[in-house]
């Protein structure tokens, strides 16, 4: 299938089943509960970050593993939102995506964490620029550096894990699938690295982890399969329709929460923020990520006909030698 083909398909699937999509809005919007709770009651910390665990960790699940779902009837060839059946299933596929993401984005946390934790304010650090204050631009240097490092990765991983979790519901759902790895080293030596320091990339740990992207058995085979221009223009197409779905929901959410409590003369600032989250738990996330899952899914299954055309292909060529 060719990209334009994924990018249609994919917008137009959330609309295939209305109350399926609806439903997992709901879910959606019970996962980030807490912050709507925050504008009708006040609730201390310890209690809103409760919330936040049960949320997240709970409740999101499930609608991580519905995702996990789409993704996996997707690669059957079904063109329908799933149903909500078989819960436990669900949930614990949810886990697993979940397990997933912490494992690969753990280089990113981990600098992100560091960030918060030296407590340097970046914001003082740009207004120094003009002064040319030695000092502050000195710790702005060294501050930035992982902020980009982190930043790139972020960028580089996204396909990685998208493709992983699709190899996962493609293999029924085997966790360890999610992290097929090859041999290391003999295809990391086939690799160019020029520019590029063992020390940079061993900084944070993120060396093993950004060798993975490159050393995947099975997971690479499906992206050669693809090939790595279509994957990246398909990369490229999904992460630009993403941010638009984002922003321009986000502005749509704005605009309709003020007209909406303007006409009904109920506008104040707790309605429009609690109206906004509503509009954006049960409209804009659920479609968005529908959207994301079955991209990748149609995107991996191009890579598995590839795959098995081009196995066929060479065992029918096999066969006429013989």
């Excluded at 009837?73 to 697993?96: A, C, H, M, R």
């Excluded at 396909?159 to 360890?176: F, R």
């Excluded at 398909?234 to 003020?258: E, H, M, P, R």
């Amino acid at each position: 299938m060719s990209i334009r083909g994924i990018i249609i398909d994919s917008l137009s699937y959330p609309f295939s089943n209305w109350m399926r999509f609806l439903f997992l809005g709901i879910i959606v919007l019970i996962s980030f509960s807490q912050y709507t709770v925050l504008y009708l009651v006040k609730i201390n910390f310890l209690l809103f970050i409760c919330l936040d665990i049960i949320g997240f960790l709970f409740v999101g699940s499930f609608a991580r593993g519905y995702l996990f779902k789409i993704i996996n009837k997707s690669l059957t060839g079904i063109n329908e939102l799933p149903g909500f059946n078989d819960w436990i299933n669900i949930f614990i596929d949810g886990i697993k995506v979940l397990i997933v993401n912490i494992i690969y984005l753990f280089p990113f946390i981990l600098i992100t964490l560091s960030l918060l934790s030296s407590g340097t304010d970046l914001r003082i650090i740009l207004t120094s620029l003009p002064d040319l204050n030695l000092d502050l631009l000195y710790v702005g240097f060294t501050h930035f550096i992982p902020v980009i490092i982190a930043f790139l990765y972020l960028i580089l991983i996204i396909p990685v894990i998208l493709m992983s979790i699709a190899n996962m519901a493609y293999n029924d759902g085997k966790l360890s699938e999610a992290f097929k790895f090859g041999e290391i080293f003999v295809n990391v030596s086939k690799l160019s690295w020029d520019g590029i320091t063992w020390y940079g990339l061993a900084f944070y740990g993120e060396v093993p982890i950004i060798i993975g992207f490159f050393i995947f058995d099975e997971i690479l085979e499906r992206i050669y399969s693809v090939g790595w221009k279509k994957l990246i223009m398909w990369y490229f197409a999904t992460g630009i329709i993403a941010l638009i779905l984002i922003f321009g929901g986000y502005f749509v959410a704005n605009i309709t929460s003020n007209l909406i409590l303007n006409g009904l003369e109920l506008f104040s600032f707790s309605n429009y923020n609690i109206l906004r989250i509503l509009i954006l738990s049960l409209v804009l996330l659920p479609y968005l990520f529908i959207f994301l899952s079955r991209s990748t899914a149609l995107i991996y299954n191009s890579a598995i006909k590839s795959y098995l055309g081009s196995e066929s292909y060479t065992s029918n060529y096999k066969l006429q030698q013989e």
